[in-house]
């Protein structure tokens, strides 16, 4: 896609002056200028200098008084249903340029192109030609937020060398395309290795004991490796000086369990031969995520494990965790033999809580944008199947990733929770609550009870959108933990938030249309309570009902329609101070 439109051209415009402001502006072309009246074409040496040319002087250069329009030139013939979008405004949220190219068919694929400039740049893949068609007919110098898109086709040729069988696009977003490498067993990512596990066994073992483990010039670990079939790390460098060092093992819950059994016996074997007395227990680190259900009601799942293998087995505190540090360590006392069965049992319920939590999060977190899942903690950082983050290079732990610039404002949700549930959300001394809230990097309440006959107490919720799915998500988690929730039952919420008063209209929208259609697409139920009277920061409530991703999709959805109207009251302040004239 090389060759150029140039339109808008003066009738006194020459290939020569054309040749000169191409060199002008360092823009390299091949051939002549083919120079029609109004019009001209050009061959560009490849894709990125024809690309740097739309973005040099398309609507910005001048040639005898009058702005150039510079696009790829595309043959009727060849208008496909894949279009490249330009000039997009840097701030814009993803989800306004999602629901405008939603207005005129179905989007298949959405791709950011990489560019220099300050704009942004897609490539939209609609579901028909004439959807594409009507969509160039409506963008293109559509002004959005005060910059005027530039909309082109991207010819059939391009769209058929790279098909969606063939390979998934590198560029795409969450809820158009994958972006970067699919993860293993996901669609598109070709066939899974037969067993291999997502999760991998993660140990700890005394500092002593790693120079045997690796063995002379690694002869040990290179044989462990090669017999288990598994990719063994040795994490030697963390933690300098500690007791003792974590070991990450790759492989089938068969590779992993038998690397772990020889893993035991080359140390029981160097504490003889070193005259070592002390007990080496098996020490598994697992991700709290994971744990309570390992613990199961009452601790009755470790117990059974711990009859089944004949073991003695013991998990960290809470205290013990960290924002940087969510794993525990599971402490396993016993035989090799049983202590490898133990393990064996571990790792498969670890593993049943990672399948289960991926299925849910793979339902319907595509849909909740710009969420870096990596930054939420939900799982282990050493994982190869953790999903992608949304973001090409995620923010430290804790920070947001929402795709536009500067930090996620606080957000104060007030979560409606069982009365009963309280003091296990609370834990002794106030531990649990501390610690999800050092966690979650939220502030987390609990308001008074409303009388002594309350049914339900409200938890107060302060943060930005990732400590919100943080925190919110353990919450709910801890309710079907504690058997609050039945065993076949849902755990579905009542979740207030409050909007000004001015923009209840809009998530109301013209006779429940926006309202309706939220509840649609999130599977929660939304309400906006006819005859409130607005607190004194002129707000009211709406009120959120759902299982958790409903939920949180639903505020995502609120909070993208209170952004969009608190620009819109920005715009118009400035504008009203200082006229904006519009862009040519």
Known sequence: MNKLYIGNLSEDASPVELERLFREWKIPFSGQFLVKTGYAFVDCPDENWAMKAIDTLSGKVELHGKLLEVEHSVPKRQRSRKLQIRNIPPHLQWEVLDSLLAQYGTV??????????ETAIVNVTYGAKDQARQAIEKLNGYQLENYDLKVTYIPDEMTTAQSPQQQPPQGGRRGFGQRGPPRQGSPGAGARPKEQSDVPLRVLVPTQFVGAIIGKEGATIRNITKQTQSKIDIHRK?????AEKPITIHSTPEGCSSACKTLMEIMQKEAQDTKFTEEIPLKILAHNNFVG???????RNLKKIEQDTDTKITISPLQDLTLYNPERTITVKGSIEACAKAEEEVMKKVRESYENDMAAMNLQSHLIPGLNLNALGLFPPSSPGMPPSPMSAAPPSGGASYPSFGQPESETVHLFIPALAVGALIGKQGQHIKQLSRFAGASIKIAPAEGPEAKQRVVIIAGPPEAQFKAQGRIFGKLKEENFFGPKEEVKLEAHIK???????????????????LQNLTSAEVVVPRDQTPDEN????????????ASQLAQRKIQEILAQVKRQQQQKTVQSGQPQPRRK
């Open 108 to 117: 298949e694929n959405c791709e950011q192109v990489n560019t220099e400039t």
């Open 238 to 242: 963390e933690n300098a000086g500690a």
């Open 293 to 299: 259900r390992l613990i199961g009601k009452e601790g």
């Open 499 to 517: 909007v000004p008063s001015y923009a209840a209209g809009r998530v109301i929208g013209k006779g429940g249309k926006t309202v309706n259609e």
């Open 538 to 549: 002129d707000e009211v409530i709406v009120k959120i009902t759902g299982h958790f991703y």
